[in-house]
C-alpha cells in the first residue's frame, strides 16, 4: 500500500509539467474564442489525442497510479488552462468512470476504447443520469428500462439532461430504472453503441460558463440495446435486485446504486478541477498585483489587497490537499468514512467560486472585462458547486456518514 505524500515524484512531476505546457501553449491561447463560440473544441481535443493526452492509456496509466494522485494531478493542470476546454477533454472519462465501476472486464474492453476513438477519428462518451425532474434526487428518475426476453434486448424510454457531450457522444452510458418499488436501489447502467436508433439530442443549453463544453438533453424513444450492454450483465442485476428487495423487506439502508458508484469515484476529480481554476485565477491576480500601480505604488502594498492573496493562497493549498488525501484513500481501499470524498469536492469548489470571486475584485474594473480571463474564470468556478452533486447535496451526505442519521 502506498504511503500517502505530499511530494510528487521524477515521473509524475515530468507528466505534470507535460500537462501544463500543453495548457499554457494549446488550451489558453484558444480559450477566450471557444468560450465565445460554445462549441466543442474538436481541433484542440485533437492536438491533445496527437500528444497522446486524450487517449485511453494515458488515462489508464494516471487511474491506476498507485499514489492516487494521477489524475488529480492531470485535472488540475488541465484546468488550469482553461475550464471549458478541460471538461470537453476529460469528459469522457465520466463515461468511462461508469464502465469501470460497474462492467464487467470484457465490457471495459471493449466499450472505453471506442469513447475515445484513435488520433485520426476522435471520439467523445457521455454519462448520461441527472433528469429535468431528477437531479440530486435520483430516486425520482424515470428514464425506464425493461427487458424483452424473447430478443435478448433492454428498451430504454426517458430523457436525460445536464449530459456532457450529450448527443454527440460515440457511446452513451445511461443510467435507467429496471424495478420500479426500489426505488434508487433499482436502477442499472446501459451502454448505447453508436448510432443506435432512437437515440437523438434535444436542447442544447447555453450556459453561463464551461462554454466550451456541449452540455445538452439526450431522449430516448424505444432505444434498444443488446443483452451483453447491460453494464456488470444481468446475471449480477439480478442478484443485486434480490438482496435489495430483501433488505427492503427487512428495512435495511439503502445500497449504493449505479450513479452514485460513479460519482464517488469521481468527486475528487471534480475537486481537483476546481483547484486548477482557482489556482490560475490567484496567479492572475497575484501577477497583476504585482505589476498594477495606484498612487505611486504597486497595489500589492496595500495590505487590503495582499491578505486577500494570502487567504487565496493559504485556501487553494488546503483544497489540494483534501483531494490528494480523498485520491490517496480511493486508491488504496481506505473506506470514506467520514465521507472525505465529498469533502474534498465540497470545499475545493466553495474555495474555487471564492478565489475567483477575489481575484475579479483584485482586478477591479478590468476584472469585469472580457480582456482579462479571471472574468471566464470566475464564470467557470460556478459550476464546481452545482455538478456532480450541489454543495447542499455534499454536506447532506458529510453529515449523514458522520452522525448515522438519514438527514433531509
Same mark, same amino acid.
Given at each position: 500500500?502506498?504511503?500517502?505524500?505530499?511530494?510528487?515524484?521524477?515521473?509524475?512531476?515530468?507528466?505534470?509539467?507535460?500537462?501544463?505546457?500543453?495548457?499554457?501553449?494549446?488550451?489558453?491561447? &484558444?480559450?477566450?474564442?471557444?468560450?465565445?463560440? $460554445? $462549441?466543442?473544441?474538436?481541433?484542440?481535443?485533437?492536438?491533445?489525442?496527437?500528444?497522446?493526452?486524450?487517449?485511453?492509456?494515458?488515462?489508464?496509466?494516471?487511474?491506476?497510479?498507485?499514489?492516487?494522485?494521477?489524475?488529480?494531478?492531470?485535472?488540475?493542470?488541465?484546468?488550469?488552462?482553461?475550464?471549458?476546454?478541460?471538461?470537453?477533454?476529460?469528459?469522457?472519462?465520466?463515461?468511462?468512470?461508469?464502465?469501470?465501476?460497474?462492467?464487467?472486464?470484457?465490457?471495459?474492453?471493449?466499450?472505453?476504447?471506442?469513447?475515445?476513438?484513435?488520433?485520426?477519428?476522435?471520439?467523445?462518451?457521455?454519462?448520461?443520469?441527472?433528469?429535468?425532474?431528477?437531479?440530486?434526487?435520483?430516486?425520482?428518475?424515470?428514464?425506464?428500462?425493461?427487458?424483452?426476453?424473447?430478443?435478448?434486448?433492454?428498451?430504454?424510454?426517458?430523457?436525460?439532461?445536464?449530459?456532457?457531450?450529450?448527443?454527440?457522444?460515440?457511446?452513451?452510458?445511461?443510467?435507467?430504472?429496471?424495478?420500479?418499488?426500489?426505488?434508487?436501489?433499482?436502477?442499472?447502467?446501459?451502454?448505447?453503441?453508436?448510432?443506435?436508433?432512437?437515440?437523438?439530442?434535444?436542447?442544447?443549453?447555453?450556459?453561463?460558463?464551461?462554454? &466550451?463544453?456541449?452540455?445538452?438533453?439526450?431522449?430516448?424513444?424505444?432505444?434498444?440495446?443488446?443483452?451483453?450492454?447491460?453494464?456488470?450483465?444481468?446475471?449480477?442485476?439480478?442478484?443485486?435486485?434480490?438482496? &435489495?428487495?430483501?433488505?427492503?423487506?427487512?428495512?435495511?439502508?439503502?445500497?449504493?446504486?449505479?450513479?452514485?458508484?460513479?460519482?464517488?469515484?469521481?468527486?475528487?476529480?471534480?475537486?481537483?478541477?476546481?483547484?486548477?481554476? &482557482?489556482?490560475?485565477?490567484?496567479?492572475?491576480?497575484?501577477?497583476?498585483?504585482?505589476?498594477?500601480?495606484?498612487?505611486?505604488?504597486?497595489?500589492?502594498?496595500?495590505?487590503?489587497?495582499?491578505?486577500?492573496?494570502?487567504?487565496?493562497?493559504?485556501?487553494?493549498?488546503?483544497?489540494?490537499?483534501?483531494?490528494?488525501?480523498?485520491?490517496?484513500?480511493?486508491?488504496?481501499?481506505?473506506?470514506?468514512?467520514?465521507?472525505?470524498?465529498?469533502?474534498?469536492?465540497?470545499?475545493?469548489?466553495?474555495?474555487?467560486?471564492?478565489?475567483?470571486?477575489?481575484?475579479?475584485?483584485?482586478?477591479?474594473?478590468?476584472?469585469?472585462?472580457?480582456?482579462?480571463?479571471?472574468?471566464?474564470?470566475?464564470?467557470?468556478?460556478?459550476?464546481?458547486?452545482?455538478?456532480?452533486?450541489?454543495?447542499?447535496?455534499?454536506?447532506?451526505?458529510?453529515?449523514?456518514?458522520?452522525?448515522?442519521?438519514?438527514?433531509?
Amino acid at each position: 500500500m502506498a504511503e500517502f505524500t505530499m511530494e510528487l515524484n521524477d515521473e509524475q512531476k515530468e507528466v505534470r509539467d507535460w500537462i501544463h505546457g500543453f495548457a499554457a501553449d494549446v488550451m489558453r491561447p &484558444a480559450a477566450a474564442e471557444w468560450d465565445e463560440r $460554445e $462549441e466543442t473544441p474538436w481541433p484542440v481535443i485533437q492536438e491533445a489525442a496527437k500528444i497522446g493526452l486524450y487517449s485511453l492509456d494515458f488515462y489508464a496509466q494516471q487511474f491506476f497510479d498507485p499514489t492516487g494522485l494521477g489524475i488529480p494531478m492531470t485535472m488540475e493542470e488541465l484546468f488550469w488552462g482553461d475550464a471549458g476546454i478541460g471538461l470537453s477533454i476529460v469528459g469522457t472519462g465520466l463515461a468511462a468512470v461508469g464502465v469501470l465501476a460497474n462492467g464487467t472486464e470484457e465490457q471495459i474492453g471493449t466499450w472505453v476504447p471506442q469513447m475515445y476513438g484513435d488520433v485520426n477519428d476522435v471520439k467523445v462518451a457521455a454519462f448520461c443520469s441527472s433528469e429535468p425532474d431528477a437531479g440530486s434526487d435520483v430516486a425520482a428518475m424515470r428514464t425506464r428500462a425493461v427487458y424483452d426476453e424473447a430478443k435478448d434486448e433492454w428498451v430504454l424510454n426517458g430523457t436525460k439532461t445536464w449530459a456532457t457531450n450529450g448527443g454527440i457522444a460515440n457511446i452513451h452510458v445511461v443510467v435507467a430504472v429496471v424495478d420500479p418499488e426500489l426505488g434508487s436501489k433499482g436502477h442499472a447502467s446501459f451502454l448505447v453503441p453508436p448510432n443506435t436508433p432512437g437515440l437523438s439530442q434535444g436542447q442544447k443549453f447555453k450556459k453561463h460558463g464551461i462554454r &466550451a463544453s456541449h452540455t445538452a438533453e439526450v431522449v430516448l424513444e424505444n432505444v434498444r440495446v443488446p443483452g451483453h450492454c447491460l453494464l456488470g450483465g444481468k446475471e449480477k442485476l439480478d442478484e443485486r435486485l434480490a438482496r &435489495a428487495r430483501e433488505r427492503a423487506k427487512a428495512g435495511a439502508e439503502r445500497v449504493k446504486n449505479a450513479a452514485m458508484a460513479t460519482f464517488e469515484a469521481s468527486r475528487p476529480a471534480v475537486g481537483a478541477m476546481a483547484v486548477g481554476t &482557482a489556482r490560475a485565477a490567484y496567479e492572475e491576480a497575484l501577477e497583476y498585483a504585482t505589476t498594477r500601480s495606484q498612487f505611486g505604488r504597486p497595489i500589492i502594498d496595500n495590505q487590503g489587497v495582499a491578505f486577500q492573496l494570502a487567504d487565496m493562497r493559504t485556501q487553494i493549498d488546503a483544497a489540494r490537499l483534501l483531494v490528494w488525501r480523498a485520491s490517496w484513500m480511493a486508491v488504496t481501499g481506505k473506506p470514506f468514512t467520514s465521507a472525505e470524498g465529498s469533502m474534498s469536492k465540497l470545499f475545493a469548489s466553495e474555495v474555487a467560486k471564492k478565489v475567483t470571486a477575489q481575484a475579479v475584485q483584485i482586478l477591479g474594473g478590468n476584472g469585469f472585462t472580457r480582456e482579462y480571463p479571471v472574468e471566464r474564470m470566475h464564470r467557470d468556478a460556478a459550476i464546481y458547486t452545482i455538478f456532480e452533486g450541489t454543495s447542499e447535496i455534499q454536506r447532506l451526505v458529510i453529515a449523514r456518514t458522520l452522525s448515522g442519521m438519514p438527514i433531509r
